[in-house]
């Protein structure tokens, strides 16, 4: 469990962590691959969130999942990417979040993951929430802490509390 101090802090800060479905780039699942190695490579992200038609998050592809099926034994080939859809090399087991509140539960995953899918309890993709933007905050905590606590060691303080009862 997150620290209330430390916690408390994080959240004053005005930043949102989320961003935004629009500006995420996506594909869909029945694109085929050629088109998801484009968005890849021009967006420059390794990986991407795939969506249904409907916009639900469906998982992510990433540009080895892509090149893994462009090697043949005898060389590359892009002839596969044409008619392979997404949707039969996509990462379908992705952790996701559904409330974004809950510190603890996207820092344990960030510690893994660059980013997390967000969406809602129907699985329609309202964002991600990066490494980047959370290391933001962390930042904004690191520099404003003492601006409302004053940080004891436990062992000082158990001390303080001793003394205070005596």
């Given at each position: 469990?997150?620290?209330?101090?430390?916690?408390?802090?994080?959240?004053?800060?005005?930043?949102?962590?989320?961003?935004?479905?629009?500006?995420?780039?996506?594909?869909?699942?029945?694109?085929?691959?050629?088109?998801?190695?484009?968005?890849?490579?021009?967006?420059?992200?390794?990986?991407?969130?795939?969506?249904?038609?409907?916009?639900?998050?469906?998982?992510?592809?990433?540009?080895?999942?892509?090149?893994?099926?462009?090697?043949?034994?005898?060389?590359?080939?892009?002839?596969?990417?044409?008619?392979?859809?997404?949707?039969?090399?996509?990462?379908?087991?992705?952790?996701?979040?559904?409330?974004?509140?809950?510190?603890?539960?996207?820092?344990?995953h960030l510690v893994n993951e660059n980013f997390l899918p967000y969406v809602d309890h129907n699985n329609?993709?309202?964002?991600?929430?990066?490494?980047?933007?959370?290391?933001?905050?962390?930042?904004?905590?690191?520099?404003?802490?003492?601006?409302?606590?004053?940080?004891?060691?436990?062992?000082?303080?158990?001390?303080?509390?001793?003394?205070?009862?005596?």
């Open positions: 469990m997150i620290d209330k101090p430390i916690e408390t802090v994080m959240r004053q800060s005005k930043r949102d962590i989320l961003i935004p479905a629009d500006l995420v780039a996506t594909v869909n699942e029945d694109n085929n691959l050629q088109h998801a190695f484009l968005v890849l490579t021009k967006v420059k992200y390794a990986k991407i969130p795939v969506l249904d038609k409907d916009n639900h998050f469906k998982g992510l592809v990433s540009l080895s999942m892509i090149t893994e099926q462009m090697l043949l034994d005898t060389g590359i080939t892009t002839r596969p990417l044409d008619s392979m859809k997404i949707k039969e090399v996509m990462q379908k087991d992705v952790p996701t979040i559904y409330e974004r509140e809950n510190l603890e539960v996207i820092l344990r329609s993709f309202l964002g991600i929430i990066t490494r980047r933007e959370l290391f933001k905050e962390i930042n904004f905590l690191a520099h404003n802490f003492s601006k409302r606590y004053i940080a004891l060691p436990a062992y000082q303080e158990a001390n303080l509390k001793q003394s205070a009862a005596q």
